[in-house]
């Protein structure tokens, strides 16, 4: 492939919530620069690396949305469950960097 080519890939967060999404990238120490009313995200990791997320798709350098797309999607699943154990009685507390323990309030 020629030294000139751009590739693009894409991620599809079509159902996500928004706020949600942002505690995740911000959780993750990105940077979000650019939240407009039509829903766009322009968020850049610590690096500097960016990439923009319109109607549910992240795109950007093929190589690095296909790193960090995994990275995103864990981070805005922790934010989900902490949400939704909130709304219902649950504490979270980290285990590990993989794991978390939900316990239920009396």
Same mark, same amino acid.
Request: with cysteine; hydrophobic share 40%.
């Given at each position: 492939?020629?030294?000139?080519?751009?590739? /693009?890939?894409?991620?599809? $967060?079509?159902?996500?919530?928004?706020? /949600?999404?942002?505690? %995740? &990238?911000? %959780?993750? @120490?990105?940077?979000?620069? &650019? &939240?407009?009313?039509?829903?766009?995200?322009? #968020?850049?990791?610590?690096?500097?690396?960016?990439?923009? $997320? %319109?109607?549910?798709?992240?795109?950007?350098?093929?190589? #690095?949305?296909?790193? +960090?797309?995994?990275?995103?999607?864990?981070?805005?699943?922790? @934010?989900? +469950?902490?949400? %939704?154990?909130?709304?219902?009685?649950?504490?979270?507390?980290?285990?590990?960097?993989? @794991? $978390?323990? &939900?316990?239920?309030?009396?």
């Amino acid at each position: 492939m020629p030294c000139d080519t751009i590739r /693009l890939s894409t991620v599809n $967060l079509a159902v996500a919530d928004r706020a /949600l999404l942002v505690k %995740a &990238l911000e %959780a993750m @120490q990105w940077t979000v620069d &650019l &939240l407009s009313a039509s829903g766009t995200i322009r #968020f850049r990791s610590p690096q500097g690396s960016g990439s923009i $997320l %319109a109607d549910g798709t992240i795109t950007g350098n093929e190589g #690095f949305v296909a790193q +960090v797309a995994p990275r995103i999607r864990q981070a805005y699943a922790v @934010q989900c +469950v902490t949400a %939704a154990g909130q709304r219902y009685g649950w504490t979270m507390q980290p285990k590990s960097a993989q @794991q $978390l323990v &939900l316990t239920r309030r009396r």
